[in-house]
């Protein structure tokens, strides 16, 4: 087990990157500045998920601090991190993505939080310029059957506070709590909510989130994804919101509510010609019994229910949803 001193003086900054070439180029040298002028203990590794263009060339080349790790097939985000994730050495997890330009202000308020017991996971602020949304801040609520995470606008000032869940754009973990949690679950690959659902996991078992106001990142948002069809991010999408709810959810009020509002959508979304739906519930209904065996496995751990952690993260209502 980590020491609270050790907690706030060494990090692992793991990148996962797929054909993020420009990405690399434009950004790395933001987190390498961010490190070197924090002056703690640090090293940064790279996951590469079978990039097709040249960015392994460029890490080795142009960043040779770089750890450079490359997978031996297309893993998808969640497996990626994990394989950065374990074999990182320090008591803290920075995840930061290729589409993530940092200020040299980042480490250190970050990682002040860990000297606390309870904390899981800080973001600093994340900021969507073209959006006008601060993704480090997120305020929760439960409206018609669903958990929702609202971003704060960019323009606000914040006094930090606890979120509902942190963005996996940047965050960081503690490790040791990271890892008993199992990682990102792998039941969202290829990408979306795996980063929602490690840090509700981490609330049931009583370790919160927070936002961290004082450390600011630039994120260009949805720029590792830019040329994935929009059909197939819709059925993602859905898919793994469905898998969470039902992984996760566990006040009798709130199952309730979500399979009634499930049921209706279905019963009319045809009306709409909305295929996609229904082709996202039943990729979630195929896995059933994988989130069946999760949900047992995390009833286990719980501490806190559905309505706490609301009501704990309920904020402004922001101006963004996931």
């Known amino acids: 087990m980590s020491s609270l001193s050790e907690k706030t003086s060494a990090v692992s900054v793991v990148i996962p990157n797929y054909n993020g070439r420009d990405l690399l180029r434009d950004n790395l040298p933001s987190i390498f500045h961010a490190l070197e002028t924090w002056g703690g203990t640090w ?4 996951v590469d998920d079978c990039s097709s263009d040249d960015s392994c060339r460029v890490i080795t080349e142009q960043f040779p601090a770089a750890r450079l790790l490359v997978n031996s097939t297309n893993s998808g985000f969640s497996k990626t991190c994990n394989i950065g994730m374990a ?3 320090f008591p803290v997890l920075l995840c930061i993505n290729t589409d993530v330009r940092v200020a040299e202000n980042l480490i250190g308020p970050l ?3 860990f000297n606390q017991d309870d904390v899981f996971a800080v973001t600093p602020r994340i900021v969507v310029e073209r959006e006008g949304k601060n993704q480090g801040s997120v305020s929760g609520a439960f409206r018609r059957g669903f958990l929702k995470g609202a971003f704060a606008r960019a323009v606000e000032g914040s006094s930090g506070g606890e979120n509902l869940y942190a963005i996996g754009a940047c965050v960081a973990y503690d490790a040791e709590k990271f890892r008993s949690l199992g990682g990102y679950s792998e039941i969202y690959s290829p990408y979306l909510f795996e980063d929602v659902d490690i840090a ?3 609330w049931k078992r009583g370790w919160k989130s927070l ?11 949805n720029a590792t994804l830019g040329r994935v069809k929009r059909r197939r991010n ?3 999408y859905y898919r793994n919101r469905f898998i969470f709810h039902w992984v996760n959810l566990s006040d009798p ?3 309730a509510m979500n399979l009634v509002n499930t049921f209706i959508r279905l019963l009319f979304s045809f009306l709409w010609c909305n295929i996609v739906y ?14 069946l065996s999760i949900r047992r496995t995390e009833k286990i751990q719980r501490r806190k229910g559905d309505a706490e952690i609301v009501r704990r993260t309920a904020r402004s209502s922001g101006n963004g949803e996931r």
């Open 43 to 46: 090293e940064l590794i790279v």
């Open 111 to 113: 990682l002040s939080h």
């Open 200 to 202: 509700y996991r981490a």
């Open 253 to 255: 009020s709130f199952v």
């Open 278 to 291: 229904y082709e996202a519930f039943w990729g979630a209904l195929k896995r059933l019994p994988e989130i």
């Open 87 to 89: 074999t990182a050495r």
């Open 211 to 221: 936002h961290e106001p004082g450390a600011t990142t630039w994120h260009f948002s």
């Open 234 to 236: 819709k059925v993602i």
